[in-house]
Nanobody
Framework: QVQVVESGGGLVQAGGSLRLSCTAS????????MGWFRQAPGKEREGVSC????????YYADSVKGRFTISRDNAKNTLYLQMNSLKHEDTAMYSC????????????????????WGQGTQVTVSS
């Protein structure tokens, strides 16, 4: 049974930091690239970041580049997203999912390329 559980969200002031975690079970974690997505109220879900199976390559949306860092610990089947210099516009529900390939490709931001979604964790940044 596949389970993907995000945690670490919360309320933070603008300029602050949060670290999200995503723990997976029920599938071979290091067979997959993993991605973070977010969805703000009234907006479409958007890709935030992707990391390949080994952690050796990472990709970021332009809106978070330089502020967010994705990482993974395959021994713990856990994905992370370190978020620094948070802005009000980062407020959203953040979810993680498994990309269908071991390597993030040009389609890493496309929702239909992912399986095994978690329920998400809410991040709220007060301005």
């Amino acid at each position: 049974q596949v389970q993907v559980v995000e945690s670490g969200g919360g309320l933070v002031q603008a300029g602050g930091s949060l670290r999200l975690s995503c723990t997976a079970s029920g599938f071979t974690f290091d067979d997959y690239s993993m991605g973070w997505f977010r969805q703000a109220p009234g907006k479409e879900r958007e890709g935030v970041s992707c990391i390949n199976w080994s952690g050796g390559s990472t990709y970021y949306a332009d809106s978070v580049k330089g502020r967010f860092t994705i990482s993974r610990d395959n021994a713990k089947n856990t994905l992370y997203l370190q978020m620094n210099s948070l802005k009000h516009e980062d407020t959203a529900m953040y979810s993680c999912a498994a990309f269908r390939y071991p390597y993030c490709s040009a389609s890493w931001g496309q929702i239909n390329e992912y399986n095994y979604w978690g329920q998400g964790t809410q991040v709220t940044v007060s301005s």
